[in-house]
């Protein structure tokens, strides 16, 4: 059980142009979800705290416009990167909240964004 | 300060030996205490789930958690080449929502 996917594992895209990645909880429903990105050798750092049919809430020094957020169900959600730059290039990583207060976290496989 | 400290290692145990992992920290509000494993270029996966002080078991594995010290501790037993990986502490508590404060989190080699 608690199984968290990602989809895709893995993009390559060109510089400007924008990326949406999906984070489902296949066999549990989240009413949260979260977005990490994690570079080479560093810990998870959050981005936002996604909350289904609510606005997401973004950590502090994370772009909104930049990184849009989007929770329909309570099993989907979906990171957009718009206008992807070189910078952007990281692994993303998404989790679901589980437990009677939401306090049990499960992660996605995550995936790896390359920007040319 | 960061709520969570860490030390990132790296850490090399012979095969067969008992890995002791800690971290400790700051916030005396923090409720919830989990270790994840990490394998290269993969998401963390949750090894063990603790709710305030005590002591948890699954297999080789144990977690402690002292928050008089603020400390908690993840030991292996008989530790094998597969556990070689990165073991992220990570806590939550009621005044940050639940969101996890991940420690930095320890790179473990496991030699055969």
């Known amino acids: 059980g608690a199984v968290v996917s990602q989809h895709p594992s893995w993009v390559i895209c060109k510089s400007g142009t924008s990326v949406k990645i999906e984070c489902r909880s296949l066999?549990?429903?989240?009413?949260?979800m979260f977005w990490y990105r994690q570079f080479p050798k560093q810990s998870l750092m959050l981005m936002a705290t996604?909350?289904?049919?609510?606005?997401?809430?973004?950590e502090q020094g994370v772009e909104k416009d930049k990184f849009l957020i989007n929770h329909a169900s309570l099993t989907l959600s979906t990171l957009t990167v718009t206008s992807a730059h070189p910078e952007d290039s990281s692994f993303y990583i998404c989790?679901?909240?589980?437990?009677?207060?939401?306090?049990?976290?499960?992660f996605g496989p995550g995936t790896r964004l390359l920007v040319l | 300060q960061k709520e969570v400290e860490q030390d990132p290692g790296p850490l090399s145990v012979p095969e067969g030996a008992i890995v002791s992992l800690n971290c400790t920290y700051s916030n005396s509000a923090f409720q919830y205490f989990m270790w994840y494993r990490q394998y290269s270029r993969k998401g963390p996966e949750l090894l063990m789930y603790?709710?305030?002080?005590g002591n948890k078991e699954d297999g080789r594995f144990t977690a402690q958690v002292d928050k008089s010290s603020k400390y908690i501790s993840l030991f292996i037993r008989d530790s094998q080449p597969s556990d070689s990986a990165t073991y992220l502490c990570a806590m939550s508590g009621a005044n940050s929502g639940y969101a996890l404060n991940f420690g930095k989190g320890t790179s473990l080699l496991v030699t055969p």
């Open positions: 996604s909350n289904e049919g609510s606005k997401a809430t973004y």
């Open positions: 066999d549990f429903q989240a009413t949260t």
């Open positions: 989790s679901a909240a589980t437990g009677t207060r939401g306090e049990t976290q499960y």
């Open positions: 603790t709710y305030s002080s």
